[in-house]
């Protein structure tokens, strides 16, 4: 049984906004049937540009549905540019959050709401150019990138979760690694501006992150590991394992592991090592 | 809220008979049945009783049945034990429609070097005969096919397949799990050498299981350990567990006859009352012989698991073979073994029946479920279109 949040089960439930706008100015169809979910949006702008209405019509899961009554809450009476900036993490955090396999939930709305809006500028899908990865789920290149970027990932499971992408017949996963491999070296972890306040999903997620992208990897080379403990408020539970566990140095270490998430999430946290 | 459970296939509730039957076995006759005194004693015999019972449902002797923790740990210990017997024959023969307990038992056997043989099944879940003889070789170990499938309930002609295997000299196991407790198992007809079962599924508690093995065959232990289960099966006896065991499988052969009759009035009303009641329904394997209190059926146009959802906050419980209720992104491989479209599948519900259902729980689903589906395909952006090109 999959533990969805109140909020979750909620739009699901009483889902907002579903239908369809006859005269719509921007429609964005993604997904299929055979895949096991499709989301249709319609969006009514105004000439100021602005998201006056929104509907949609779902064929999937509960989070499928609870997502794309989210994706309509969240862009009504946005303007095109604010909507353009609305990630699938917004969707998901607005949910109160998704279990991980249900991820690819929020990047449907999130693809599906470019899909409008390109279709309202009368442009053509750029992702729909972008080359096909998995063609069970019909996932494109430029669509994996955006999701490895946006959300931070770094494995091949998480794609899949996020994108589908990869889950059929797993002809794809050297191209989704190849993928992971070639970002990782491009981009950084997504640093949030400083001044943004996180919210504790938000905070326990950039610490995740942040270790396993950066922090792990170094431990790595010497032979050590880290796995986190715990997060309570701004104290962030570590435990050190391999070489790292007694090593006289583990207290230069706890400070070097502060410091980088200092510097990647927030100047006020503490770290912590818990021996067990 | 009243719970309407039809996910009797799944699990069932542990008959109050068989708790009262078990609970002195914690507390009172609580020995060790290789304890030399009198508590062992007394264990050792509520153990050797039980096996006999179970011995009688199945019509075998009561030395042919081995306790084991579950129906995965049988299914395990059969093909594995029987494997590595045999070393020198390195083929092995099941379907593409068992259970996960011997479905993703096949890539370990392929990685080990084991050729493995799928069989086939039609769109209504029926085996492929011919290419069950035509994949016979002198090299096969072993046949494992399912007596009946979880999913649709399909039943194989189990007589008829043992008896094309049997006639090879080869060793054939059965994951019967389904079908003990629901339908007849004459062990003294049906010429299988193994066969697993599960207790929670007939209404004994979870965590007890059963590996028939006929007298003779060879099969090396799964787990190594003390005397117990006469070396096949090492560990101490879950004495409370086997004896709950044992008043289950009393109670499945005192009542199936009349309890499966009454349970395919059951499932056969439900399933005609869908059918009358809600348009764009397939019944999975309406065409093959299935268990009496099984019934799966594709909602077109409606996803597994918001269905599920929607009628679990009624109170109603069933199940899924939709991508999204597993945690995977393809819907079940019974079904897409079926060659059931996958845009059916994801919309697959499975309604089993018990011996705690009753007619009125019947028509309280048959009541709500039109409503529920009609609420989703309005949702769906797919239903629409569907009249409108039906309209044109």
């Known amino acids: 049984m999959w533990e969805y949040t109140e909020k979750v089960m909620d739009h699901f439930r009483n889902p ?134 946006e959300n931070g990932l770094t494995t091949r499971e998480q794609v899949t979760h996020y994108t589908k992408a990869g889950g059929g017949c797993g002809s794809c996963h050297e191209r989704i690694e190849e993928i992971l491999a070639r970002l990782k070296k491009e981009v950084p972890v997504v640093a949030l501006p400083a001044q943004r306040r996180l919210t504790n999903l938000q905070k326990m997620r950039l610490v995740e992150e942040t270790i396993e992208r950066q922090i792990r990897p170094e431990l790595q080379k010497d032979g050590g590991d880290i796995e986190l403990v715990d997060v309570e408020g701004n104290r962030v539970m570590v435990s050190l394992r391999g070489v790292c566990t007694g090593c006289p140095s583990s207290n230069i270490t706890i400070k070097g592991i502060e410091q980088k998430l200092k510097e990647m999430v927030s100047q006020d946290l503490v770290v912590e090592e818990v021996r067990q | ?121 039609d769109r209504e879940g029926r085996l492929d005969l011919e290419h069950l003889k035509a994949s016979l070789t ?104 086997i004896v709950g065991l044992g008043k289950a499988a009393e109670i499945s052969q005192q009542e199936l006859s009349k309890e499966s009759m009454r349970l395919q009035g059951l499932r056969d009303k439900l399933e005609h009352g869908i059918l009358e009641r809600i348009p764009r329904v397939l019944v999975n394997g309406k065409g093959a012989e299935r268990l009496p209190n099984t019934l799966s059926c594709c909602f077109e146009y409606v996803e597994g698991e918001s269905l599920l959802l929607l009628l679990s906050d009624l109170g109603i419980c069933a199940s899924s073979g939709s991508a999204c209720t597993s945690g995977s992104l393809e819907p079940s491989h019974v079904l897409r073994a079926m060659g059931i479209p996958y845009t059916a599948a994801h919309g697959s519900v499975r309604f089993s029946l018990g011996r705690f259902n009753t007619e009125e729980e019947v028509d309280f689903v048959l009541e709500n479920l039109p409503g529920i589906v009609e609420r989703l395909r309005q949702i769906s952006p797919f239903w629409e279109r569907r009249a409108e090109v039906s309209k044109g």
């Open chain 1, 16 to 149: 907002r906004n579903v239908g369809v706008i006859d005269d719509a100015d921007g429609v964005g169809e993604v997904g299929s049937m055979a895949c096991g979910d499709a989301l249709t949006l319609y969006i009514k702008v105004d000439q100021q540009g602005r998201i006056k209405d929104a509907k949609f019509q779902t064929f999937g899961c509960a989070s499928a549905i609870a997502s794309s009554s989210a994706l309509t809450e969240l862009i009504k009476g946005k303007t095109i540019e604010e909507a353009l900036k609305i990630t699938n993490q917004d969707i998901a955090d607005y949910l109160g959050g998704l279990p991980e396999q249900k991820m690819h939930c929020s990047v449907m709305g999130r693809e599906a709401l470019l899909a409008a809006i390109a279709n309202y500028k009368g442009q053509s899908r750029e992702s729909l150019a972008s080359p096909l990865v998995c063609e069970c789920f019909g996932v494109t290149q430029e669509e994996i990138e955006r999701a490895i970027r």
């Open chain 2, 138 to 241: 002198d090299d096969t170990a072993l046949v494992s096919i399912m007596f009946a499938n979880n999913e649709t309930g399909v039943i194989f002609p189990l007589e008829e397949v043992a008896q094309i295997v049997k006639a090879r000299g080869i060793v054939f196991h059965t994951d019967a799990v389904q079908a003990v407790g629901k339908i007849p198992v004459d062990l003294s007809k049906l010429p299988v050498d193994l066969l697993s079962m599960s207790g929670h599924k007939i209404h004994a508690p979870k965590g007890i299981g059963v590996l028939y093995i006929r007298r003779g065959t060879k099969v090396a232990p799964f787990m190594i350990g003390g005397h117990q289960e006469k070396g096949r099966r090492g560990g101490t006896e879950n004495v409370p567990y």
């Open chain 2, 1 to 121: 809220m009243k719970v309407v459970y039809m996910d009797n296939n799944a699990t069932t509730r542990v008959d109050p008979l068989v708790v009262q039957e078990m609970l002195p076995f914690f507390t009172e006759t609580y020995g060790n049945p290789s304890s030399m005194h009198l508590v062992g004693a007394r264990a050792q015999k509520a153990v050797a009783q039980a096996r006999e019972k179970v011995a009688q449902l199945l019509n075998a002797h009561p030395d042919e049945i081995v306790f084991t923790s579950c129906g995965t740990e049988s299914d395990n210990a059969a093909i594995r034990g029987v494997l590595e017997a045999s070393p020198e024959k390195r083929h092995l023969v099941t379907t593409r429609v068992e259970h996960p307990a011997v479905w993703n038992q096949i890539p370990y056997l392929r990685q080990k070097g084991y050729r493995v043989t799928e069989l086939r099944v």
